[in-house]
């Protein structure tokens, strides 16, 4: 991008830092280089420009693809092939679930061997395994108990 005078390494790097640091979703680093990008190209009303575009751009296409796929495959759930693809992501996604979970609980250097976390956690998943009891209390009670510096 600097090639083409969109973007410099220091505002590139800057955006990335900015959407990191801040909270929701990563994807806001495209409004921000669209932003840079676009105040770079021609001022402030390119920026505006630029900061819906470029996350639009990225975001469009495989929306729709998801959308279009995910319409197909209700329209025919009843098909074999649909079925076992269904089945057989199913491991798959618990397999990815519980990879990402110790990839989280491992990356700060928090020791397995805690018992607070671990107990918490064993905890919450028999409550949301055996009751009906809606995961946002639960969350709530995660950020209380942590807030309170038990964990």
Known sequence: MQEQGWLT???FSASIAIAQAAPGPNVLFTALMGWN???????LPTAFLGMVLCPGGIMIPSSILTYQTVRWSHANRDLRSVRA???GMAPVVVALL???GWILATANGYDLRNWPPRTIAAVTTLIVWRTKVHLLWLLGAGAVIGW???I
Do not use: E, R, S
Not at 37 to 43: I, S, T, Y
């Open 148 to 150: 309170m510096g038990w």
């Open 9 to 11: 390494d220091p505002q």
């Open 85 to 87: 693809f269904k089945q």
């Open 98 to 100: 519980v990879a990402t």
């Open 37 to 43: 990008v676009g105040l770079n190209a021609g001022g």
